[in-house]
């Protein structure tokens, strides 16, 4: 194994964990689009490019924003 491709797994994997282990939503998002990001990183390194586009923009860009638009749709909601 290369050791670019273990840095990059190591660095999913610690971007990954750091998903799970935030509890508040609005930090979660970006650390999800920073995940989607090293994802994205990762596929390029495996020589996946068109993969590595397809996750930028679901997972660095889509998700999140989908994600961003709910909590302030939530958050608006309580304030009555």
Known sequence: ???LQAVTFFTVGAAG???VTTR???LQTFVAGFFGLTLSL???VLQAPDV???EMVV???AFPLMVLLTVAKARTGDRK
């Open 1 to 3: 194994m290369d050791p």
């Open 17 to 19: 964990w750091a998903v």
């Open 24 to 26: 508040d939503p609005l």
């Open 42 to 44: 990762l596929f390029v």
């Open 52 to 54: 590595a586009l397809s």
């Open 59 to 61: 997972g660095a860009v």
